[in-house]
């Protein structure tokens, strides 16, 4: 077994090329009226929003990995550039007692992650890939990724997170994916869940 393929998980393959995938049609970004939300169950009670130029202001940092698609095929070495997680928890502190995270995209697209993947070291509010802008097909001008989870839960258009005292489905949560999507336990579909891997 060479690297690669060591980092490959269980039903995975590398593909020629690198596909895009998603629900819907790409959203055109519009800076003026773009804004980032916090809401939900944060510190103060308050939604927090952030308007482009303020996101833009936060503390970037990179993040090397590999990315998995539950339809099988893995993108490998992705290099992304962004907003550590850390400094919008810094910005727009949760609760006490938050347990998920809901992340909403453009037009009503969401995932759920457990708070532990959410403050995981590898998890990125992205803005670049490979040196550049992220393109629009693949989330611009934000996206979170989650690579270690399916791709699916890497929210591509992100305009806001919801701090959740109790797990709830997102899109494809509620459409028969499995709720914590752990590509090395090959957690594809909620008929795989055990008790406590889903909401109540
Ligand atoms: N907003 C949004 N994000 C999304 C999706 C989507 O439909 N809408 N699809 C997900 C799925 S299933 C995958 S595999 C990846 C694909 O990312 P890519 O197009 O960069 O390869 O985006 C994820 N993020
Ligand atoms: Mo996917």
């Known amino acids: ?3 690669e ?3 490959l998980p269980p039903g995975q393959y590398v593909p020629r090329g690198r596909p895009v995938i998603h629900y819907g049609r790409v959203p055109q970004f519009k800076p003026d009226s773009w804004d980032f939300r916090v809401f939900g169950a944060t510190k103060s009670g308050e939604m927090h929003r952030f308007s482009w130029p303020e996101f833009e202001k936060l503390p970037r940092t ?3 990995a ?5 339809t099988k095929f893995s993108i490998m070495g992705n290099e992304w550039r962004g907003v550590s997680p850390q400094e919008i928890l810094a910005a727009a502190p949760p609760a006490d007692g938050v347990t998920h995270v809901m992340i909403w995209a453009e037009y009503g697209y969401s995932a759920n992650v457990r708070f532990s993947d959410f403050t995981a070291p590898e998890t990125l509010f992205a ?7 992220i393109s629009p097909d693949r989330g611009f001008p934000l996206r979170v990724v989650v690579p270690h989870l399916y791709a699916w839960k890497s929210v591509k258009w992100v305009r806001s997170i919801e701090y959740l005292l109790e797990d709830r489905r997102g899109f494809w949560e509620e459409r028969g994916y499995h709720n914590v999507a752990d590509p090395w336990r090959e957690q594809r579909y909620s008929y795989q869940e055990e008790p406590g891997e889903g909401p109540p």
Do not use: A, I, Q
């Open 1 to 3: 077994m060479n690297e």
């Open 5 to 7: 393929e060591s980092r």
């Open 62 to 64: 990179g993040v090397l």
């Open 66 to 70: 590999d990315f998995h698609c539950v």
């Open 127 to 133: 803005t670049e890939l490979d040196d550049k802008p």
